[in-house]
């Protein structure tokens, strides 16, 4: 594995790459690797010529300085674990090499509605800093195919949507949620609760997946509340939101419409911890 700090040093080598028609994959993370991270490079490296990991704590899209200063750095083990899963190419830049002009907001792009609800209303400003970076990296690396994880379903509904608006030459693609075997979603963040935090985590992914079941036949406004009351029932859980929305345009539901799919999605607090998951109901 090959790894670059410099925006010069990998545009010249993506040149050649390019030059030699191989086709780029790209994932970008935070980096704090885990399974489901892991699950999108060994993706991209079966439908690619050459996969692209970046790892960048991006602190413009960081609505909380505690949540920014916590996140877990683990250089040493993501890089361990890339070239054990030999990923072609790490980018790791410094704050510096990303932001030049001292993290300014410069992209002209219209979030609208997706960042009125769920993550886009509790976390003001986080999705203009996701696609401040998003731009910036999709800039430097000009890949055939970006892959993001379903964990993050509004993420990337928002990039969609700055792809489309923009006319950014890129196929994006969606990778499977990755768990735990008690069925909590892996995440970086997990990395700051003990295990039986963990253990009492899993039950968001119990609550989601309860709810989907309940759809066929309480309203959506009850399954709401009684999700809300389940959460609130989890030792130190504390729920921002638990939602149902259109899976294409995020829109909440308050009702089912035959052969639309719908997205469950909830963020909850749990030990100072914010967790996030969905289930897609199809
Ligand atoms: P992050 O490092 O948390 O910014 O995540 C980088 C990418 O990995 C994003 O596209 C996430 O949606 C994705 N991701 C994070 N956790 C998981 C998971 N448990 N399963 C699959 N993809 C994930």
């Known amino acids: 594995m090959i790894v670059f700090q410099k925006e010069k040093d990998i545009k010249k080598y993506i040149s050649d790459i390019k030059g030699a028609h191989k086709r780029i994959g790209f994932v970008p993370t935070m980096g704090a690797l885990h399974e489901g991270h892991l699950s999108i490079i060994r993706k991209s490296k079966l439908e690619t010529d050459v996969t692209i990991c970046s790892i960048f704590v991006n602190p413009t899209q960081f609505n909380n300085k505690e949540d920014f200063e916590k996140y877990p750095v683990t250089p040493a083990d993501d890089i361990e674990m890339l070239v054990k899963e030999h990923c072609d190419i790490l980018f790791m830049p410094d704050i510096a090499e990303i932001y030049p002009h001292h993290m300014a907001f410069t992209l002209n792009f ?45 993420q990337y509904k928002v990039v969609e949507k700055m792809i489309r608006d923009l006319h950014i030459p890129v196929e994006l693609r969606m990778a499977p949620t990755v768990r735990e075997s008690n069925g909590l979603a892996m995440s970086s963040r997990n990395k700051r609760l003990n295990w039986p935090a963990r253990e009492r985590a899993a039950m968001i992914y119990k609550i989601l997946t309860h709810a989907a079941g309940q759809l066929s036949y309480l309203s959506v406004d009850s399954i709401k509340q009684l999700s809300l009351e389940a959460l609130r029932q989890i030792p130190g859980c504390e729920p921002e939101y638990f939602e149902i929305a259109d899976a294409a345009t995020l829109q909440l ?27 897609l109901v199809l």
Not at 126 to 147: A, C, E, N, S, T
Not at 254 to 270: D, Y
Request: proline share 4%; hydrophobic share 40%.
């Open 110 to 154: 219209e979030l609208g509605y997706l960042d009125t609800v769920m993550e886009g209303k509790f976390r003001p400003g986080h999705f203009k800093g996701v696609v401040q970076v998003v731009k910036r990296l999709l800039d430097i690396i000009r890949p055939d195919i970006m892959y993001l994880g379903q964990k993050d379903y509004q």
């Open 253 to 279: 539901v308050s009702s089912l419409e035959e052969n639309k799919p719908v997205v469950i999605c909830t963020a909850a607090w749990l030990d100072g911890v914010r967790l996030i998951d969905n289930v």
